[in-house]
């Protein structure tokens, strides 16, 4: 069977993970779109739970409970992790508002908070259920840290936003392949970097109907944020799936790094040739509406495929039942 349910509950998550980005990096212009992947991914995941009612087998601690009882006694994890989702939480709130004087409500927020809800409930729902709870903790994890704690580290021990570097980034990364391959094909086009312009700092200008237009590449478009959601859900589902990280592991992530950048190359290179031939206009349409579902396309043909050589050169891991169930968070 080509595609196991297990693998429909990762891209039940990157579809909604998708919509999300896209809505939060450009706002409203592809509400429609957004709402229809959310859909589509929700329906996804509860098909592939089906896969988790048939499973054979005594259930199995989650990934948590089998890190944290190396070094705690396991009655006491019961405790521990949903304390720890209200801590973070709190902890998160308090230097918001205390430290940095915001109230508005971002991307980041809406992570942590959906993180720490996940270590609340942890030990909550049917044990047969564990790998999907391993896999959305660890998803949400990963996220947090990439998205969180990286950008806040280097904007405080910078002194300064991160936008300077994440401008450098852009260029090199995305913007001049980008009008590298544009040149290649036989059209006009230029790149420019300017960091102390009002505006975007990375532009590309192209020719359409002989008049030179410019389009800007924000971080949104440049595949920095889109490589952080593929590596936060390769490792989750990897780590959740076999519970360790190996060689194949790690070639596995190091080629889904690769194809995650030539995706979004070729999502640029594809909106900016519409551009060239319809105009600003066309590249609008298919940068809103078409973007993300080219991106979405690639990601899973490549899980498919390497998920498949995963499963080859290392079998998922039964892990034996727990020798004492834990104890209820709830007394």
């Given at each position: 069977m080509l595609f196991r349910r297990e693998w429909l509950l990762l891209l039940g998550s990157l579809l909604v993970a998708a919509a999300l980005y896209s809505h939060y990096i450009g706002g409203h212009s592809a509400l429609l779109i957004e709402l229809i992947l959310v859909a589509l991914g929700i329906?996804?995941?509860?098909?592939?739970?089906?896969?988790?009612?048939?499973r054979q087998g005594p259930p199995?601690?989650?990934?948590?409970t089998v890190i944290m009882?190396?070094?705690?006694?396991?009655?006491?994890?019961?405790?521990?992790?949903?304390?720890?989702?209200?801590?973070?939480?709190?902890?998160?709130?308090?230097?918001?508002?205390?430290?940095?004087?915001?109230?508005?409500?971002?991307?980041?927020?809406?992570?942590?908070t959906l993180f720490s809800l996940s270590l609340v409930l942890y030990l909550s729902g049917p044990s047969k259920l564990q790998p999907v709870k391993d896999f959305v903790v660890l998803y949400l994890m990963f996220l947090t840290i990439v998205f969180v704690i990286i950008w806040r580290a280097y904007e405080i021990l910078s002194g300064e936003s991160s936008g300077e570097i994440t401008g450098y980034a852009e260029y090199y990364i995305v913007t001049k392949p980008v009008v590298g391959i544009l040149q290649t094909l036989g059209f006009r086009a230029h790149s420019v970097l300017d960091l102390n312009g009002p505006g975007l700092s990375n532009i590309i200008e192209y020719e359409h109907n002989g008049v030179m237009l410019r389009v800007g590449i924000g971080t949104g478009c440049s595949g920095l944020y889109s490589a952080g959601l593929f590596f936060s859900a390769f490792l989750a589902f990897v780590l959740a799936r076999y519970r360790k990280v190996d060689r194949y592991i790690g070639a596995a992530l190091g080629v889904g790094f690769l194809l995650t950048w030539a995706a979004n190359i070729i999502r640029m290179v594809i909106t900016v040739m519409t551009g060239i031939a319809w105009g600003h206009p066309a590249l609008a349409t298919v940068h809103s509406y078409l973007g993300v579902l080219i991106f979405v396309a690639f990601i899973t043909v490549f899980w498919v495929v390497i998920v498949r050589w995963l499963d080859k050169k290392e079998p998922e891991i039964n892990v034996p039942a727990p020798t004492q169930p834990l104890p209820s968070p709830v007394k």
């Open positions: 329906l996804v995941a509860f098909f592939s739970l089906k896969a988790f009612e048939t199995r601690d989650g990934l948590l009882s190396r070094f705690v006694p396991r009655d006491k994890v019961a405790i521990i992790i949903p304390f720890l989702g209200f801590l973070i939480l709190l902890l998160w709130s308090a230097w918001k508002i205390g430290v940095a004087g915001s109230t508005d409500l971002q991307m980041q927020d809406f992570i942590v």
